[in-house]
C-alpha cells in the first residue's frame, strides 16, 4: 500500500474512532449512517470523494452561533459542495432527534414487513 | 519534516474554536505521528494500535488545547507524547514481559523523566546490568550504586553505605554520593540516547 493510501486507510480508522464523539462531525454522519460510519454511504449521498467525508467527519461540529459560516468552511476545506453538505447535516439532525424521541421505535416498526414475518403493530 | 510554525498556526485555530483546525491537524500529524511511535515501541504494537493511540492523543489536544504551551514545545513533540504515555501504560497493562519493560524504561526516560520519577516502573536491575555493563559500571562503587540507583533507593545514607563513606562527615558523603550518581545518570543517558538512535 502506497504511503497515501496508508495515510487514507489511518485516517478513515480516526474518524471511525471519533465518530462516538459528537465533538466532531463524524458523530453526525455516523447518525446519519445508524450505528456505524459508513464513508461510502455518506460519500455518495454529498456526491464527493470518500477522502472528503473523511477530511468533514474529522473536523469539529459547527458552532451553534455559526452554523452557516462553518459549515461552508468545513465543506471548502473538505471539498464538498455547501448546499448538499447543509442539508444532509440538517437530515442528519432530524434523524437523531426522531431516534432520541422514541421515534427510533417507530421507525422500526414501519419498516417491518409482514410477509417478512414481523409482527403488526397493535392498533 | 512538518512546519512547526504551520502546526502553531493550527493550534491557534483550535485554540479559536475553528472546526476545520482539528482535521487539518489529523491530516498533517496523524500518520506521521503513529509511523513515530511504532519506530520506538516496534512490533510491540500492532499499526492499528499505533493509530488508535495516536487519534486518541489528537482528540485529548483538542479537548483541553490550553493545556499546551507552545513556547515549551511543539505541537508535534506534544501530541507524540501524549500517545507515546498511552502506548506504555497499554504494554504495561498488557503484562509484556520483563524484556520489553525494560524497553519501557527507555522510552520513558528518553523524554527526560528520570528513574525516581517514573515510581510505577519496576526496573529489572539485573537484566539492565548484565546487558550493559560495560557501559554503566567502572568499579564495584559504580555496581553498588547502580543497583542502588534502579532499586529507587532515595537515601544517601545508604549509598554511603555501599560506597564505605560513613566515616566522613554528612556533607562530604552527600557531596560523594552525589558525584556518584550524576555519573551513573549520566551513562544512563548517554546509553538511553544510543538505543534511541538504534
Given at each position: 500500500?502506497?504511503?497515501?493510501?496508508?495515510?487514507?486507510?489511518?485516517?478513515?480508522?480516526?474518524?471511525?474512532?471519533?465518530?462516538?464523539?459528537?465533538?466532531?462531525?463524524?458523530?453526525?454522519?455516523?447518525?446519519?449512517?445508524?450505528?456505524?460510519?459508513?464513508?461510502?454511504?455518506?460519500?455518495?449521498?454529498?456526491?464527493?470523494?470518500?477522502?472528503?467525508?473523511?477530511?468533514?467527519?474529522?473536523?469539529?461540529?459547527?458552532?451553534?452561533?455559526?452554523?452557516?459560516?462553518?459549515?461552508?468552511?468545513?465543506?471548502?476545506?473538505?471539498?464538498?459542495?455547501?448546499?448538499?453538505?447543509?442539508?444532509?447535516?440538517?437530515?442528519?439532525?432530524?434523524?437523531?432527534?426522531?431516534?432520541?424521541?422514541?421515534?427510533?421505535?417507530?421507525?422500526?416498526?414501519?419498516?417491518?414487513?409482514?410477509?417478512?414475518?414481523?409482527?403488526?403493530?397493535?392498533? | 519534516?512538518?512546519?512547526?510554525?504551520?502546526?502553531?498556526?493550527?493550534?491557534?485555530?483550535?485554540?479559536?474554536?475553528?472546526?476545520?483546525?482539528?482535521?487539518?491537524?489529523?491530516?498533517?500529524v496523524h500518520?506521521?505521528i503513529a509511523?513515530t511511535l511504532r519506530?520506538r515501541v516496534?512490533?510491540?504494537l500492532?499499526?492499528?494500535e499505533a493509530c488508535d493511540l495516536v487519534t486518541d492523543a489528537i482528540?485529548a489536544y483538542?479537548?483541553?488545547?490550553?493545556?499546551?504551551?507552545?513556547?515549551?514545545?511543539?505541537?508535534f513533540g506534544y501530541v507524540l507524547m501524549i500517545a507515546k504515555g498511552d502506548a506504555l501504560n497499554l504494554?504495561?497493562?498488557?503484562?509484556?514481559?520483563?524484556?520489553?519493560?525494560?524497553?519501557?524504561?527507555?522510552?520513558?526516560?528518553?523524554?527526560?523523566?528520570?528513574?525516581?520519577?517514573?515510581?510505577?516502573?519496576?526496573?529489572?536491575?539485573?537484566?539492565?546490568?548484565?546487558?550493559?555493563?560495560?557501559?554503566?559500571?567502572?568499579?564495584?562503587?559504580?555496581?553498588?550504586?547502580?543497583?542502588?540507583?534502579?532499586?529507587?533507593?532515595?537515601?544517601?545514607?545508604?549509598?554511603?553505605?555501599?560506597?564505605?563513606?560513613?566515616?566522613?562527615?554528612?556533607?562530604?558523603?552527600?557531596?560523594?554520593?552525589?558525584?556518584?550518581?550524576?555519573?551513573?545518570?549520566?551513562?544512563?543517558?548517554?546509553?538511553?540516547?544510543?538505543?534511541?538512535?538504534?
Amino acid at each position: 500500500m502506497s504511503n497515501e493510501a496508508t495515510a487514507l486507510s489511518a485516517l478513515m480508522r480516526a474518524a471511525a474512532r471519533v465518530s462516538h464523539d459528537e465533538t466532531f462531525v463524524a458523530a453526525t454522519f455516523r447518525e446519519w449512517c445508524g450505528d456505524t460510519l459508513d464513508v461510502d454511504a455518506v460519500a455518495t449521498e454529498l456526491g464527493c470523494e470518500a477522502s472528503a467525508v473523511v477530511r468533514a467527519a474529522l473536523c469539529t461540529s459547527p458552532r451553534a452561533e455559526s452554523f452557516g459560516a462553518d459549515v461552508q468552511a468545513i465543506a471548502k476545506a473538505s471539498g464538498i459542495a455547501p448546499e448538499r453538505l447543509i442539508a444532509f447535516l440538517r437530515e442528519a439532525a432530524s434523524i437523531a432527534a426522531f431516534r432520541s424521541g422514541n421515534g427510533g421505535q417507530l421507525l422500526a416498526a414501519a419498516r417491518d414487513n409482514p410477509e417478512d414475518g414481523g409482527e403488526e403493530p397493535e392498533s | 519534516m512538518i512546519d512547526r510554525a504551520r502546526l502553531d498556526r493550527i493550534h491557534e485555530r483550535v485554540v479559536a474554536g475553528e472546526p476545520t483546525a482539528s482535521a487539518e491537524l489529523f491530516v498533517l500529524v496523524h500518520h506521521p505521528i503513529a509511523a513515530t511511535l511504532r519506530k520506538r515501541v516496534g512490533t510491540l504494537l500492532s499499526w492499528e494500535e499505533a493509530c488508535d493511540l495516536v487519534t486518541d492523543a489528537i482528540v485529548a489536544y483538542l479537548k483541553a488545547p490550553t493545556k499546551f504551551d507552545p513556547a515549551r514545545a511543539g505541537l508535534f513533540g506534544y501530541v507524540l507524547m501524549i500517545a507515546k504515555g498511552d502506548a506504555l501504560n497499554l504494554l504495561r497493562d498488557r503484562g509484556v514481559n520483563e524484556k520489553n519493560r525494560e524497553r519501557f524504561v527507555e522510552l520513558l526516560s528518553a523524554d527526560g523523566n528520570t528513574v525516581e520519577e517514573t515510581p510505577n516502573v519496576k526496573l529489572d536491575a539485573e537484566r539492565i546490568m548484565a546487558k550493559h555493563h560495560r557501559e554503566l559500571i567502572r568499579d564495584d562503587g559504580d555496581e553498588a550504586v547502580l543497583r542502588l540507583y534502579l532499586d529507587g533507593e532515595k537515601e544517601t545514607s545508604a549509598y554511603a553505605t555501599v560506597l564505605g563513606l560513613t566515616g566522613l562527615p554528612g556533607s562530604e558523603q552527600q557531596r560523594e554520593v552525589k558525584v556518584r550518581k550524576d555519573r551513573i545518570e549520566l551513562r544512563l543517558k548517554r546509553l538511553r540516547d544510543d538505543l534511541d538512535e538504534q
